[in-house]
T-cell receptor, first 114, second 112 residues
Framework: EDKVVQSPLSLVVHEGDTVTLNCSYE??????LLWYKQEKKAPTFLFML????IEKKSGRLSSILDKKELFSILNITATQTGDSAVYLC??????????????FGQGTELSVKP | KAGVTQTPRYLIKTRGQQVTLSCSPI?????VSWYQQTPGQGLQFLFE???????NKGNFPGRFSGRQFSNSRSEMNVSTLELGDSALYLC???????????FGPGTRLTVL
């Protein structure tokens, strides 16, 4: 059965800390891995990773994919209270080269205290 | 460019009723996917439409159905509502051939 597992499920840190969120997957027909941020509304896109070892970076956030070990990490440095959200990892399962579906992990709920 | 829009934003129904939710994708996006989000199960894939055809389907009962129109707008229908159908229903659109999906604000359905 295809699955995506995130850890930890929840995390409480203080402003300025650095956090690492983990995502492991077992998905056949893997195409890409995507990270989303969800704050009481629709998920907003952060990163898409397709190739191993290539870091994607956006400000204080960065992510990398390891297709051999089947995992990805999302790093957030110098956390701010505005980073408090649920971070979702999703794997795009490709079906017969005609689109696909996203398989989501349970999410990591990050709370950043002032 | 306007984002994905969903209507209504909130809906309250009773068991046994049916409901129709609407989704308008980003202009130029032809693929529309639907997801159900609940606290217990997280985000789960319902189905994907492309060019008015259902291309992929998740593991949901036949009470859940959908369709897509020629302008790429999509509707999702749930018949014979059950309490467990209470959830946030999210719609996402994407460009042809792109894995990046953009989500709408969702419709919060409460079944009493």
């Amino acid at each position: 059965e295809d699955k995506v597992v995130q850890s930890p499920l929840s995390l409480v840190v203080h402003e300025g800390d650095t956090v690492t969120l983990n995502c492991s997957y077992e998905v056949t027909n893997f195409r890409s891995l995507l990270w989303y941020k969800q704050e009481k509304k629709a998920p907003t896109f952060l990163f898409m990773l397709t190739s191993s070892g290539i870091e994607k970076k956006s400000g204080r956030l960065s992510s990398i994919l390891d297709k051999k070990e089947l995992f990805s990490i999302l790093n957030i440095t110098a956390t701010q209270t505005g980073d408090s959200a649920v971070y979702l990892c999703a794997v795009l399962y490709q079906i017969y080269n005609q689109g696909g579906k996203l398989i989501f992990g349970q999410g990591t709920e990050l709370s950043v205290k002032p | 460019k306007a984002g994905v829009t969903q209507t209504p934003r909130y809906l309250i129904k009773t068991r046994g009723q049916q409901v129709t939710l609407s989704c308008s994708p980003i202009s130029g996006h032809r693929s529309v996917s639907w997801y159900q989000q609940t606290p217990g199960q997280g985000l789960q894939f319902l189905f994907e439409y492309f060019s008015e055809t259902q291309r992929n389907k998740g593991n949901f009962p036949g009470r859940f159905s959908g369709r897509q129109f020629s302008n790429s707008r999509s509707e999702m229908n749930v018949s014979t509502l059950e309490l467990g159908d209470s959830a946030l229903y999210l719609c996402a659109s994407s460009l042809t051939g792109s894995p990046e999906q953009f989500f709408g604000p969702g419709t919060r359905l409460t079944v009493l």
